[in-house]
């Protein structure tokens, strides 16, 4: 979870308190406190500040104007926390604010009171309240509960992201804070309390966008965790809340970089849930917009269709998989084994090559040649031989004792062989006995690094130590990066594991060559 850089700007609205009297609010509001905002923290902004809460602790101008005033002082007292070593409390002395000087203030919770009752007065006086609210001081506020967070220091962590909602409690980034806590304690339950606490706080707000598409995730993806250790009807229950939110984040950013994974989280709650409508919902979503979702995405909701059973939806999807990113190895893989299912062993053949071309020593793809030629094999028909034409009958003749019977008909020659039944034997053949077997067990692409990490079987007879040259892609089939792999000293009949790892930004597929 990133920490706020800045504070978020309020929706357009206006506030109803008027500053047109008493006369030293007029000043005070729209010209001093201007000068004191745009000056540095220091000596000077500190003068300014006093001589402006000595005007607001006149009681005659509380009286002209309650909620101008107000504002006014929730305000100076978030420019006074900016001061350089202010603490958390302040005497009405230290800021010349009226009788008696010795009392000490809580500034945020003061600050937060006075603005209360102007919100409260008139909700649309947010827009003047707001931006104070999510000043510097709340920032360091929510900001120190981030770092502490980080450096594990959790007690710590918590009492600063309270201290924030003081000043704001509007944000989603405490309850954001409080979840990481929770995660922390090993409660999954008050994760998903906080998390869930964090969307409300997101909702009809631009500025906290992907926040909730960060929040909308991590409920996913933990109430797909926490339902495994639940009992029913707890485990439905908190497998629909994550389900809804996959969901709605597959909507609500077609485009987002944590889409692809809640698709694929969508599918495993619907095969928990052995919900199909949701198997629907998850192909059907990206089919009406496929524009608008990545190659990844495409790739999860064709999975989806497959696993409903809609072959042909998912060849479709899996097609535009392809189409977007034509070295994408699973939707190669996948498109050409539910062209099987169809008997479409001609339309098998371009995928197949494809899939070899970039993944060649995974005996799997080699056999999908055989599926093909042995689809073509059965759907083969001889071509319809014309029988030659009849001779005309000779005339009878007396037949001569002992004279030998005229010769039969010869036979129709046989139909030729069909062209593919050779392929079908030659391709598992090779499958067979291919010397080795790579599978690519996680392919992880990030904007910025990817990750292969594949397994390679020796199936020969001795040790080996084999060699790939990884080629890492972009959309486009652009070579982003190379990287030499070598699996040393692999014993007869076993197998190693492996990584390629490249900090290249946007790769998104690859290939490699076996020396």
């Given at each position: 979870m990133a920490a706020p850089l800045a504070a978020q700007e309020p929706a357009a609205a206006t506030c109803p308190?008027?500053?047109?009297?008493?006369?030293?609010?007029?000043?005070?509001?729209?010209?001093?406190?201007?000068?004191?905002?745009?000056?540095?923290?220091?000596?000077?902004?500190?003068?300014?500040v006093r001589d402006m809460m000595k005007t607001l602790a006149n009681p005659k101008n509380a009286t002209a104007n309650p909620l101008g005033v107000n504002l006014a002082t929730g305000q100076n007292l978030i420019i006074w926390m900016m001061q350089p070593g202010v603490g958390n409390t302040a005497t009405r002395g230290q800021m010349n604010w009226g009788e008696p000087k010795d009392q000490v203030i809580d500034l945020a919770k003061t600050a937060d009171s006075l603005f209360a009752t102007v919100e409260a007065a008139s909700p649309a006086c947010l827009t003047e309240t707001r931006p104070f609210r999510q000043a510097k001081p709340w920032q360091d506020r929510i900001n120190n509960a981030f770092r502490l967070m980080q450096a594990n220091q959790v007690d710590s962590a918590e009492y600063w992201a309270k201290e924030s909602q003081v000043l704001d409690r509007w944000s989603p980034y405490a309850p954001r804070v409080y979840a990481a806590i929770a995660q922390v304690r090993g409660s999954q339950a008050d994760m998903m309390k906080h998390l869930e606490e964090a969307l409300k706080l997101t909702e009809n707000d631009t500025t906290y966008l992907e926040d909730r598409r960060a929040v909308l995730f991590q409920i996913g993806q933990v109430g797909l965790e926490y339902a495994e250790i639940q009992p029913e009807p707890k485990r439905t229950e908190t497998l629909k809340r994550a389900s809804a939110a996959l969901l709605q984040l597959s909507t609500e950013a077609p485009g987002g970089e944590s889409t692809p994974y809640a698709l694929s989280g969508l599918g495993m709650a619907a095969t928990s849930l052995k919900d199909t409508s949701l198997f629907e919902k998850c192909y059907q979503l990206v089919d009406k917009s496929i524009d608008k979702y990545s190659d990844m995405s495409a790739l999860q909701a064709a999975i989806c269709a497959n696993r409903m059973g809609k072959v042909p939806e998912a060849v479709k999807l899996f097609e535009a998989t392809l189409t977007k990113n034509s070295n994408s190895r699973d939707a190669l893989y996948n498109a050409a084994a539910l062209m099987y299912e169809l008997r479409k062993g001609t339309e098998m053949l371009p995928l197949v090559n494809k899939l070899v071309t970039i993944d060649p020593a995974n005996p799997d793809n080699v056999a999908l040649y055989a599926y093909a030629y042995n689809v073509l094999n059965e759907q083969w028909k001889p071509p319809v031989q014309e029988a030659p034409p009849a001779a005309a009958p000779a005339p009878a003749t007396p037949a001569?004792?002992?004279?030998?019977?005229?010769?039969?008909?010869?036979?129709?020659?046989?139909?030729?062989?069909?062209?593919?039944?050779?392929?079908?034997?030659?391709?598992?053949?090779?499958?067979?006995e291919m010397p080795h077997r790579m599978v690519i067990v996680e392919f992880v692409r990030y904007a910025d690094r990817a990750l292969v990490r594949a397994e390679v079987e020796n199936r020969a007879k001795t040790a080996r130590t084999i060699e790939f040259t990884f080629e890492l892609l972009d959309i486009t089939g652009a070579v982003l990066d190379t990287q030499v792999a070598k699996v040393e000293n692999v014993a007869a009949g076993a197998t190693k594991e492996f990584e390629v790892k490249s900090d290249k930004p946007k790769i998104a597929a690859w290939r490699y060559t076996l020396k």
């Open positions: 308190v008027d500053f047109s009297q008493p006369k030293d609010l007029v000043t005070l509001y729209n010209i001093t406190r201007m000068r004191a905002l745009q000056l540095a923290p220091g000596d000077e902004r500190g003068k300014v001569r004792p002992g004279a030998r019977p005229a010769p039969r008909p010869a036979a129709p020659p046989p139909p030729p062989p069909s062209p593919y039944a050779d392929s079908v034997a030659k391709y598992m053949k090779i499958n067979d």
